[in-house]
């Protein structure tokens, strides 16, 4: 009898009366139900049109005895008619909050059998890490062999009590955030938070569970800067707690706590590396690939994608299966046997944090790979765990190896990649000096970046002013500054260093793991002059 097809407008028709409700009804306020009403008889042209709150006895009432008296009707008829509009819109309103609450919530998967079988054959395959990079980039994301990886195992660790984050670096327009967001369509929608603005206060007013477990994805942190101090004690402490003045039922002013819980994962993209220091120390630093080649491999994705020729479903395929792969994966304790004898390289800064960090991330990989490990049981507490083998630790060093070496560098990542630039442009036009204009032509790099550039590069010692070249008649070229390389080895040398600490852990582990496989061997048995001899293995 009440037609809600028109939202604005709804019909209520009985044998003596119709009744037409002006507006709609408010779906907040549930203490009240006040509407304008337009009562007149069938086929009548009286009308009679009135405000009223249903809820009100008394106004209801007035309302009954005016209707009976104006259209010339019962007031019996009128009361009942009233009290089932009033039923018939209480049931609608009741019944769109819950739809509208419906919608609201994420429809969680549910594997079907055999779904849940190929991402468990899948998990158990040989070469997991390196199937699993391929299958990234089916999904669609373009190079960054190593970075799309990295940030893959970290966005896994959400599930883990120790998760990582990551910062991607890069200048503007390189695809920062493209990487982030595809990458981040491989992990389910239940798992995830994207953000683009945040308010100062906004993080504590989640429940106090909903973000545990949780990627949080900040599209561009310069448009979270108010949020960034809550974001690294949620990082570092895993719960954030805030004290509010708060007035109950009763008008009593109360002090309450507002507290949320972690653990999480974030990732954010930046331009500005310098400007959140704090927030990097906390972070996976990954540097977006400006080199020609990914720029190649990008722009001929381009032109396949608008010839039509790039398959979407294969790409959606792809990520489908991943975020099946996500859903198997269930939290597990990771004890990494072999901790103590990775020491990382000296040259690496904030040494204390990156240690932590590289060992949380040999135990995302052994996480991600539980369906390869034995379950093992804690004698004192019964806890399952697994336990990180040391083909897990050598995949572990072969991704962070870039990691590290950016966090051993003394400059910042954007003036490290021009630096790097700079000394191809010298080596192949062999050149030991070079001038600003030279390399703004050629290297096409702004008047403003370039002077940054420089003025980093001179103050930490890798570049330095010389005088200008001599022509034939002993006058200099130029009248502008030249400067100069100092070491175009640095670099090279830093890697050479990093890779042979990384090696030197390896080969003490190894000789270590050999030799506990030796202690604990049973003695060989042997036959000497017809009788059994044990001889113990050394």
Known sequence: MLDTTNPHHYHYTTKYLQIQVLGGIKMNNLERMRVTLSIQKPKHTMVLRHSIDLYNDNMVEKLVRKTAERLEIGTTIVRETLQNLTSALEQYRIDQLAKEQEEGQLQIKVLSSKEKQEAIKFLKSKDLLKKTNELIGQSGVIGEETNRLLMYLIFTSRKTNNPLHCISLGSSGVGKTHLQSKVAELIPE???????????????????????????????????????????????????????????????????HLTVEGPVSVSGCT?????????????????????????????????????????????????????????VLKPIRVINPYAEFLELPQSVFKPRRTNSHYLQFIEAITFYKQLQRKPKYDEQTGEEYIETTIEDIQEANEIIKEVLLRKSDTITGASRNHLEKLKAYLKKNTQTTFTNAEIRRNLRVKETTLRRYNKQLLEEGYIKRVNPPAGRAGKAKTK???????????????????????????????????????????????????????????
Do not use: W
């Open 190 to 256: 239940e798992d995830k938070i994207e953000i683009t603005v945040l308010s100062a206060n906004a993080f504590y007013y989640f429940n106090r569970t909903e973000l545990r477990n949780k990627l949080i994805l900040i599209e561009d942190l310069d448009g979270a800067e108010s949020v960034l101090y809550p974001l690294r004690e949620l990082q570092s402490k895993r719960r954030i707690t805030k004290t509010v003045v708060h007035k109950d039922t009763k008008g009593t002013t109360k002090t309450i």
């Open 271 to 327: 331009t500005q590396e310098s400007i959140y220091e704090d927030n990097s120390n906390r972070n996976f630093l990954l540097f977006i690939d400006e080199s020609q080649e990914q720029d190649k491999k990008v722009m001929h994705y381009q032109r396949l994608l608008s010839a039509g020729k790039v398959n979407k479903d294969d790409e959606f395929t792809a990520a489908r299966f991943l975020r099946d792969v996500q859903r």
């Open 480 to 538: 502008s500054y030249c400067f100069e390389v100092i070491d175009l080895q640095e670099y090279d040398e830093l890697k050479d260093q990093i890779g042979k600490a990384l090696q030197k852990c390896m080969t003490q582990i190894q000789l270590t793991n050999q030799a506990s496989k030796l202690a604990s061997s049973p003695p060989s048995r042997h036959t000497q002059n017809g009788e059994n001899k044990n001889k113990k293995m050394s």
